[in-house]
């Protein structure tokens, strides 16, 4: 299974809308087939494992990460390309929480009189789909919140610089966090300051950044500052697929990016007010911040705009990551 997951990486940046998931077939002690889910509309990983195996398959343990579908999309259920290939044995990770799927693909393979094992390395399996997963379940995206920050906790100066707080290492990371993302959210404040492409460039990521589906860019701009505009300084602005939300309600926001765009990963990078309304409002999943060896002043701006009253009503944070890139340390935090 740990290898169905590390095949399933392989798909992180490529597979949006759909999950990335990876399987390896198992005959005999031995593997005889792997694959992933490299893009939607293009077979899924079980039909990619099972044309490696070949007759191989015949009595053979498929470990999969997530549930095989069991409904005909843009391709054929996988389930059933399972049952044809005479696999005695499915190991699955966790079931699809997808309505169409929701156990319908396990039902179908123990009716065809296949063994059928559920809930191994779920967890692991699970971090692959964060989005996915909760989208499903709850029609709200995971919501990740970036912000690159000096040690007191400043992002730039009092004037707005800010190119650049942390380092090339640091930034270039921020690029897997875009490229898994179905959308980008900004505030018109950080357009106009920053003049931000917010789109993914990275030569890193172990695929071509073309096969990168891009990300949607939202500005939030309640006071309708900016517009599509071909002629316009702003880049963000050039470009007709950028989305404008003049609404205070970001939650109606996030529902509005998972049914009518499927953004099931959303990244926000913005300055201090949208940041901390965010926060505020309990709509952030993850917070990570790149913290650069510097000191910028109590003159300079601050990572949020966010003032507790008292102790009681602070936010705390579990750390769940923490790995130095380049000069910079990077924080992984998840709310309590």
Request: aromatic share 4%; hydrophobic share 45%.
């Given at each position: 299974m740990m290898l169905a997951i590390e095949q399933g990486k392989r798909g992180l940046y490529?597979?949006?809308?759909?999950?990335?998931v990876g399987c390896v077939i198992v005959q005999a002690e031995s593997i005889v087939g792997q694959g992933f889910h490299p893009k939607a509309g293009e077979p899924h990983a079980e039909v990619f494992a099972l044309k490696e195996a070949g007759t191989r398959a015949v009595g053979a343990t498929a470990y999969v990460t997530l549930e095989p579908c069991s409904h005909t999309g843009r391709t054929p259920p996988c389930a059933l390309a399972l049952i044809a290939a005479d696999v005695k044995r499915v190991v699955i990770?966790?079931?699809d929480p997808n309505p169409q799927v929701a156990g319908r693909g396990v039902r179908l393979l123990e009716e065809a009189g296949i063994d059928v094992t559920i809930g191994v390395l779920t967890q692991q399996a699970e971090a692959l789909n964060?989005?996915?997963l909760k989208a499903m379940r709850t029609q709200m995206p995971y919501v990740r919140l970036k912000i690159a920050t000096s040690l007191d906790g400043r992002t730039a100066m009092a004037t707005g610089e800010s190119k650049w707080i942390t380092g090339p290492a640091a930034r270039e990371d921020v690029q897997k966090l875009r490229a898994r993302s179905g959308a980008i959210i900004t505030g018109s404040e950080t357009v106009i300051a920053d003049n931000p492409q917010l789109n993914v460039r990275s030569t890193q990521l172990g695929v071509h950044s073309d096969q990168v589906p891009t990300p949607i860019v939202v500005?939030?701009?309640r006071r309708r500052r900016l517009a599509h505009d071909l002629q316009s300084d702003y880049q963000l602005c050039r470009r007709p697929e950028t989305l404008y939300w003049h609404e205070d309600n970001l939650m109606a926001l996030l529902k509005n990016l998972v049914s009518e765009h499927q953004c099931y990963e959303v990244l926000v990078e913005a300055g201090a007010s949208v940041a901390g309304s965010f926060?505020?409002?309990?709509?952030?999943?993850e917070l990570i911040v790149y913290q650069a060896p510097c000191l910028l002043g109590a003159q300079a701006r601050p990572m949020v705009n966010f003032n507790?009253?008292?102790?009681a009503q602070q936010l705390r944070f579990d750390i769940d990551n923490y790995e130095q890139i380049g000069a910079d340390l990077k924080l992984t935090l998840l709310p309590l």
């Open positions: 490529t597979t949006r809308p759909n999950p990335a990770a966790g079931l964060r989005g996915f500005v939030l701009d926060l505020a409002q309990q709509l952030v999943d507790p009253l008292s102790l």
